[in-house]
């Protein structure tokens, strides 16, 4: 006999608002500072965004993760995003490498860096200093920029993309075995 098991929804601690996390932050700096800020849309995590976040923790003491919200995304990648913010959000509060998340609705992220002032900014190897749309706002107060190249698996789109190929535009529910002939 199947039994089911209701799991309760609760928000893991480590999402934040602007306004909680900067509160965190004041009450105890020497448990956040250095500080390491990144990012992203996050949109289907995979492997790659893991060993990125991994990389960036390791640069600081906590790593805060600026999330795309869902505006955001849309604004930045058409028919984006597959998952909805709160799904992405809680996702990668689950990681044991990120210790803050903190959705934003800007098309840049340097709203957050103004804020917050990380000592480290961090952003993936495809990204150049001389095109950063943050590096101004890094820059004016003395903060550290790195770029992490990561061996990447598969990207968002590359995910996407194997998925229309092989299943083009049948239903998601066609998919699985059961509905085979």
């Not at 959705?103 to 103004?114: G, P």
Request: proline share 7%; net charge neutral; charged share 20%.
């Amino acid at each position: 006999m199947a039994h089911s098991v209701s799991v309760p929804r609760r928000s893991p601690l480590n999402l934040y608002t602007l306004e909680t996390l900067v509160a965190a932050i004041n009450a105890a700096p020497q448990d956040w500072r250095p500080l390491v800020l990144t990012n992203g849309c996050f949109d289907l995590i995979h492997a790659g965004h893991v060993r990125y976040l991994r990389a960036a923790r390791a640069l600081g003491k906590r790593l805060v993760v600026g999330l795309n919200s869902d505006r955001s995304v849309a604004a930045l990648k058409p028919k984006r995003p597959i998952i909805p913010e709160q799904q992405r959000a809680e996702v990668l509060a689950s990681l044991r490498s990120v210790d803050a998340v903190v959705l934003f609705s800007d098309r840049t992220a340097t709203t957050l860096i103004e804020v917050l002032q990380p000592e480290i900014y961090v952003k993936g190897g495809d990204y150049q200093l001389e095109t950063l749309p943050e590096a101004a706002a890094v820059q004016r107060y003395g903060g550290r920029i790195e770029f992490i190249q990561v061996e990447v698996p598969s990207s968002t789109t590359a995910i996407v993309q194997r998925i229309l190929e092989l299943h083009g535009e049948e239903s998601p529910s066609a998919w699985s075995p059961q509905n085979q002939p």
